[in-house]
């Protein structure tokens, strides 16, 4: 054997033992309320459709009237040219989000990183927080800024790491709502801040856009605190229930972002029915309060009886619910029991989650029937 086989091989028996081992496993429907896997019918709460948008009907046939005018989109937005259906979209996210512009990317994960590199340098601290998406792990890496990581929702600590940085310039990035454990940031007192230490504030809504807000413009606008953000991230792969992201500031912002984002120089646009979808996308978010007020309901009542059956469910205040387990293979052994009993919930485990905080992660969908619901909460009920 190389060298590399050896590794390769060395790398896989250490995740097996670690119970760290991951694979893709072929799942029919795996964006709604009930999936298939091997034939097997599961209430699916593994899904970030969260207002059950995804296989609505008018999105999929905007997504094929986009895909009559091209399969691709043929090279980055800034060598063959910018499409027109693009640049009316991004208007109409900007006038969503009460912005004065804004920009699509490709992913939130590449909105993260690539934000994040072209704002902070050298001269630069970013004060994130410790639970933040890995894409802002890696956007600040990347960044080559001054890295300071406060505890998880910690003011205090963030405070006195802003009173120590002499840095020219600061930067204080947050999740809205946090991705594993669904509990929310303090925007308020963020926001207070940012403005006592001359800071900007860059949030992701990757979990918020679309189930918070009056017409589901994200969590800023839940709390009235929209204007008081400087940049916005955000994503169409999850309420929305279509794909690509979006970066919501000033003009000046999305100006110094179109020639410095690295994502958006190098990478393909994004294609003509996935702009087209999110266009339809966006019209159905605004009219979905009713969807909003029914996943609220689900999801608080399903977090009350998981907290009733003796789970740790953290801090959770959304539709994304946790059942804390502890040891990697426990959460492992409950994912697949359940899977056994006909609910697809999937083990979250280290490095997702810090060391000893592994736990099945249930997000609700409004989508989601209440039979199938009790059901797969008498299967939780059944494992203890």
Same mark, same amino acid.
């Given at each position: 054997?190389?060298?590399?086989?050896?590794?390769?091989?060395?790398?896989?028996?250490?995740?097996?033992?670690?119970?760290?081992?991951?694979?893709?496993?072929?799942?029919?429907?795996?964006?709604?309320?009930?999936?298939?896997?091997?034939?097997?019918?599961?209430?699916?709460?593994?899904?970030?459709?969260?207002?059950?948008?995804?296989?609505?009907? !008018?999105?999929?046939?905007?997504?094929?009237?986009?895909?009559?005018?091209?399969?691709?989109?043929?090279?980055?937005?800034?060598?063959?040219?910018?499409?027109?259906?693009?640049?009316?979209?991004?208007?109409?996210?900007?006038?969503?989000?009460?912005?004065?512009?804004?920009?699509?990317?490709?992913?939130?994960?590449?909105?993260?990183?690539?934000?994040?590199?072209?704002?902070?340098?050298?001269?630069?601290?970013?004060?994130?927080?410790?639970?933040?998406?890995?894409?802002?792990?890696?956007?600040?890496?990347?960044?080559?800024?001054?890295?300071?990581?406060?505890?998880?929702?910690?003011?205090?600590?963030?405070?006195?790491?802003?009173?120590?940085?002499?840095?020219?310039?600061? !930067?204080?990035?947050?999740?809205?709502?946090?991705?594993?454990?669904?509990?929310?940031?303090?925007?308020?007192?963020?926001?207070?801040?940012?403005?006592?230490?001359?800071?900007?504030?860059?949030?992701?809504?990757?979990?918020?856009?679309?189930?918070?807000?009056?017409?589901?413009?994200?969590?800023?606008?839940?709390?009235?605190?929209?204007?008081?953000?400087?940049?916005?991230?955000?994503?169409?792969?999850?309420?929305?229930?279509?794909?690509?992201?979006?970066?919501?500031?000033?003009?000046?912002?999305?100006?110094?972002?179109?020639?410095?984002?690295?994502?958006?120089?190098?990478?393909?646009?994004?294609?003509?029915?996935?702009?087209?979808?999110?266009?339809?996308?966006?019209?159905?978010?605004?009219?979905?309060?009713?969807?909003?007020?029914?996943?609220?309901?689900?999801?608080?009542?399903?977090?009350?009886?998981?907290?009733? !059956?003796?789970?740790?469910?953290?801090?959770?205040?959304?539709?994304?619910?946790?059942?804390?387990?502890?040891?990697?293979?426990?959460?492992?052994?409950?994912?697949?029991?359940?899977?056994?009993?006909?609910? !697809?919930?999937?083990?979250?485990?280290?490095?997702?989650?810090?060391?000893?905080?592994?736990?099945?992660?249930?997000?609700?969908?409004?989508?989601?029937?209440?039979?199938?619901?009790?059901?797969?909460?008498?299967?939780?009920?059944?494992?203890?």
């Amino acid at each position: 054997m190389s060298s590399w086989d050896n590794w390769l091989e060395a790398e896989r028996e250490r995740r097996v033992q670690s119970a760290l081992e991951r694979r893709l496993q072929v799942t029919e429907q795996p964006a709604e309320p009930i999936a298939y896997r091997g034939g097997a019918r599961l209430v699916n709460l593994s899904s970030n459709n969260y207002l059950g948008l995804a296989g609505h009907p !008018l999105l999929i046939e905007a997504a094929a009237k986009g895909a009559a005018r091209g399969a691709g989109s043929g090279s980055s937005r800034l060598v063959a040219g910018n499409d027109p259906e693009t640049a009316a979209l991004e208007e109409k996210i900007a006038a969503f989000k009460g912005s004065e512009a804004a920009l699509l990317i490709g992913s939130g994960y590449l909105a993260n990183v690539g934000v994040l590199a072209a704002l902070a340098d050298r001269e630069t601290a970013v004060f994130s927080d410790r639970l933040n998406h890995a894409s802002i792990v890696d956007g600040v890496r990347l960044s080559g800024a001054q890295a300071h990581r406060y505890r998880h929702l910690d003011l205090d600590h963030l405070e006195e790491l802003l009173r120590n940085s002499n840095a020219g310039r600061k !930067l204080i990035v947050t999740d809205t709502i946090f991705s594993m454990d669904g509990d929310v940031a303090p925007l308020a007192e963020l926001v207070e801040l940012k403005n006592s230490y001359g800071a900007l504030l860059v949030i992701d809504d990757a979990h918020g856009g679309g189930v918070f807000g009056p017409n589901g413009e994200g969590y800023a606008h839940e709390l009235g605190l929209a204007g008081e953000i400087e940049l916005t991230i955000g994503t169409f792969s999850k309420a929305f229930g279509a794909y690509g992201a979006y970066v919501a500031a000033s003009r000046a912002m999305i100006d110094q972002l179109v020639s410095s984002c690295r994502t958006l120089i190098y990478s393909t646009a994004l294609p003509p029915s996935v702009v087209s979808s999110v266009d339809v996308s966006i019209e159905l978010v605004r009219v979905a309060g009713d969807r909003r007020d029914a996943l609220r309901k689900k999801f608080e009542h399903f977090r009350t009886r998981l907290t009733g !059956l003796g789970f740790d469910t953290g801090a959770s205040m959304t539709q994304i619910v946790p059942a804390i387990v502890g040891v990697s293979e426990r959460a492992l052994e409950l994912a697949q029991t359940l899977e056994e009993r006909g609910v !697809l919930a999937v083990a979250i485990r280290p490095p997702t989650v810090p060391a000893g905080q592994a736990r099945i992660r249930f997000s609700l969908m409004a989508s989601h029937l209440d039979d199938d619901l009790e059901l797969a909460l008498e299967a939780i009920e059944s494992v203890l």
